[in-house]
């Protein structure tokens, strides 16, 4: 079964651009999360989409936004983009169940760094 | 809301050494708990989770868990460790609410490091 696959692996952007990600989760899972990574902040949820519908939002500005097509793929979008968007963003992927019929981990992307400079 | 803290920023130890990992947690609900592995430019592995029922619970790589209700926490260990374990572990706990399913918290990470 193959795991999580997020394209691209690096970015290099420059401030103001606006930037796409992908992620394309493990087979017959519905839910999707976006998390970033930097050394000062950690790991900070940003959103999660299941069947199509944004169910979490995390506390980021507008520009972050996300979307989830039919066959579950997501992409995350970030638009004006400043220096301190520089990170490492990961996708993770999970069965999206409720909590009562079990299977609540998640499965990770190896991530897309971006570098805004 | 939930809020995770590992209470070692850094762990040095050395190969053969038995290692503990310490996360503590707090939340108004029920949470599922896991451990996760991150190593150099890439993403997080799964090591392992407690969902319910024994709260010792094993994972990949020879590391076992134990779930402590009334301490709210979950400390991770591995009676001998290898140079190969080297690399940051993330502690992390998700909400058993439905509609909050999906939005993982976690702590600050532990940087594991193994010396020969």
């Known amino acids: 079964k193959a795991g999580v696959t997020q394209t691209p692996r690096y970015l290099i952007k420059t401030r103001g651009q606006q930037v796409t990600l992908s992620c394309s989760p493990i087979s017959g899972h519905r839910s999707v999360s976006w998390y970033q990574q930097t050394p000062g902040q950690g790991l900070q949820f940003l959103f999660e989409?299941?069947?199509?519908?944004?169910?979490n939002k995390g506390n980021f500005p507008g520009r972050f936004s996300g979307r989830q097509f039919s066959n579950s793929r997501s992409e995350m979008n970030v638009s004006t983009l400043e220096l301190g968007d520089s990170a490492l963003y990961l996708c993770a992927s999970s069965v999206g169940k409720g909590p009562t019929t079990g299977e609540p981990e998640a499965f990770f992307g190896q991530g897309t760094r971006l570098t805004v400079v | 809301a939930q809020s995770v803290t590992q209470l070692d920023s850094q762990v040095p130890v050395f190969e053969e050494a038995p290692v503990e990992l310490r996360c503590n947690y707090s939340?108004?609900?029920?949470?599922?708990l896991f451990w996760y592995v991150q190593y150099p430019n890439q993403g997080l592995q799964l090591l392992l989770k407690?969902?319910?029922?024994?709260?010792l619970v094993k994972g990949i790589n020879g590391f076992e868990a134990e779930f402590n209700k009334s301490q709210t926490s979950f400390h991770l260990r591995k009676p001998s460790v290898h140079i190969s374990d080297t690399a940051e572990y993330f502690c992390?706990?998700?909400?058993?609410?439905?509609?909050?399913?999906?939005?993982?918290?976690f702590g600050q990470g532990t940087e594991l490091s193994v010396k020969p």
């Open positions: 992390a706990v998700i909400s058993m609410i439905y509609n909050q399913g999906g939005k993982l918290i």
């Open positions: 989409y299941f069947s199509e519908t944004q169910r």
């Open positions: 939340s108004s609900v029920s949470v599922y």
């Open positions: 407690y969902l319910s029922g024994s709260t």
